[in-house]
């Protein structure tokens, strides 16, 4: 249990040292966040005995953030950990109804992505075949 603290502690620090890093380039943006394991790993360490649900990185409220959906006790939780230290930023009880609601509106954004890498793909195949031969 001590070593598994221990790890986690070490996890977290090292996260915290690729954030504090200047940022320059948009690959760098990546190397900084935890990964989705270290994730695992900052969201066991602040909520015990929790059921991970789902886990993704997405951008809520205009800021990137790990976002699990946890079932406790009391329900599905939506746990919100910054992607850069592990921290808690937010964690809130879920109705029933907000989370078909927020799935319904995750449906929709993924049917309108897509459809735009269908038409992005068009729109290459179409160049693809204006191009002339042997270029």
């Known amino acids: 249990m001590k070593q598994t603290v221990v790890s986690i502690a070490l996890l977290l620090a090292a996260a915290s040292a690729f954030a504090a890093a200047p940022v320059k380039h948009k690959k760098k943006i990546h190397a900084a966040l935890l990964t989705r394991k270290q994730a695992y790993a900052a969201l066991a360490a602040q909520v015990k005995g929790a059921k991970i649900l789902e886990a993704e990185l997405e951008r809520e409220s205009g800021r990137l953030i790990w976002s699990f959906d946890v079932e406790a006790n009391n329900g599905i939780t939506e746990i919100w950990l910054d992607p850069h ?51």
Do not use: F, N, Y
């Open 85 to 135: 230290t592990g921290a808690l930023i937010k964690s809130q009880v879920e109705s029933a109804r907000k989370e078909a609601q927020e799935r319904r509106q995750e449906m929709k954004q993924r049917a309108a992505a897509k459809k735009d890498e269908q038409a992005e793909i068009k729109k290459d195949v179409k160049e693809d075949r204006k191009a002339p031969a042997g270029h």
